[in-house]
């Protein structure tokens, strides 16, 4: 086994050069990160301002009909959740080994079989749908609209799953960076549409028709990128391997039980509050936990940078390089999501209030954020171990995550609804505590196979992720005064949540500064903060130079 790689043979992916070495891999990871987290952040400000502005022209039950929509295509998705991880795997390994030219069979048997997938997944759709909708007990005056919103993004999401397979290649390449610029480019555009077609009129439809458009440039512009970096590829039915065949239902297989589980779990309170109680009860779990879920997409792209990386090392040999791969990621992800969420679980209530205003629809939508921070950022906490069990080529050891949280669901909440009754606090309360257990119980499984001290991980990585929520909590303690001086008033709410912001923002960085960063990870940000700075004065050193007159 060794850190040290040769430099042939050479990749045919134009810009990639001779095979990366440890330095090498770092400044790629760190710059796929750094392009992931911007992407994200970016994508979470767009999300923000989306649904106060969906809700001014549809009501909660339409808006709830179109979180089921996602609820149940997300499951069409993970028909194909271990081919995309196949794709990125594999691509990623070719790529490591100067295979590229099998990438090819690998798309080409890929597509064909996410197709046939797809279409005898929508012809189930097609029957069963119209059942769903009674037993979700959708208005009569809604249901064709439900039929129309839940058919119509399931077909446009099979066709992203079967072509976006060329994004999962553009990942295993490590060009993310050109695919993070596609989805944002892609996303600003939908944004922009659902804007411009809810003033038209268009009602909740206007989800629809951008979400339609978004895809279609988005896959379109991926398979021009595939084409561009890779020379010679083909795809054709005659390029259907038996071989690349096994990749995916043994290897793919596995992650896509995994996958299926865990698209399951992480919307489990929301079914079960649409089953048990409403439709309504669905939309106010989706509108309590926007923030967290957006928030944790932001190191959740963090975690998609993990499995390329992991799998091109562990075809070189390279174990210490993925030993400190997986424990630093998972210092940084609990340190970036623990920033976000110390501040939401404190200020839930004002947050809710500045955002959606004082609605007695949502009057429980505080306590479902602040209930749901922790239990979010231990999920994304267990990223790191899930891409590497992936990358090693033994996704079944990530089996006992999702398997552990069903089991704890289904005991805590049968218990709650047995003692206290049928309720959305019971909901909440049960799956957030089964969350928590289940993501401990697999960090200990995991630091024990990779043979990484428990008591190394806890100091390094999870511990310094808990301590934003007692800064959250002693300043919310501190402006409680003037929280409950604002009450329900929207615009002091604001104002409230953004002094209560800076000031968190403020008091969090220190404390992260002085007493969470090792000298190692303070020279990094420094070098970060002299080069952004450095390329932001050159530029405008570069337009004085163009426009002497400020002209």
Known sequence: MTDKVTTEPKSSVPGQGARLDAGGMNRLVSRNIFSSVGAKLLYLVTR????PIVLAYISLEEYGIWAISFILIGYLGMSAFGVSNVYIRYVAQYHAQGEEHRIGDLLSTGLTVVSLISVVALALLWIGLPTLIDALSVSPELQTTAFVLIFGSAAIFALELSWGAFAYVLTGLQRIVQQNQVWVGTFLLETLLVVVFLV????????????????????????????????????????????????????????????????????????????????????????????????????????????????????????????????????????????????????????????LGPNPEFALAPLILACFTLPFQLNILTGPASNIYRGMGIPARELIYPLSQLALVVILVGAGFLIFGIDVVVITLAVALAMILSALIYMVYTNRFLELGQGRFVRGALLPGLWPYLTGFVLYLLARPWIESVGDDRWGSIVLVLVAGVVYCALQAAILWFFQFDAGEKDFVAVKVRGLTGRLGGARLQRKREHPNGH
């Open 48 to 51: 923000f301002f989306i649904p």
């Open 200 to 355: 038209a009129g268009l009602g909740v439809y206007s989800l629809l028709y951008a979400f339609a458009i978004r895809y279609l440039v988005s896959i379109s512009v991926n398979v021009w990128l595939c084409f561009r970096n890779i020379p010679g590829l083909t795809i054709s039915l005659r390029r259907f391997n038996r071989a690349d065949l096994a990749l995916f239902y043994r290897y793919g297989g596995i992650v896509q039980l995994s996958g299926f589980l865990g698209m399951f779990l992480r919307s489990i309170e929301k079914l079960i509050a649409g089953l048990f109680i409403n439709v309504q009860a669905t939309g106010l779990f989706d509108v309590a936990q926007k923030f967290p879920v957006m928030a944790t997409s932001i190191p959740g792209s963090m975690n998609a940078v993990f499995l390329p990386a992991t799998s091109y090392m562990h075809s070189q040999e390279r174990r210490g390089e993925l030993l400190e791969l997986y424990f630093k990621g998972a210092r940084y992800i609990n340190l970036v999501t623990g920033f976000m969420m110390g501040f939401m679980a404190a200020f839930a209530a004002p947050l809710m209030v500045a955002w």
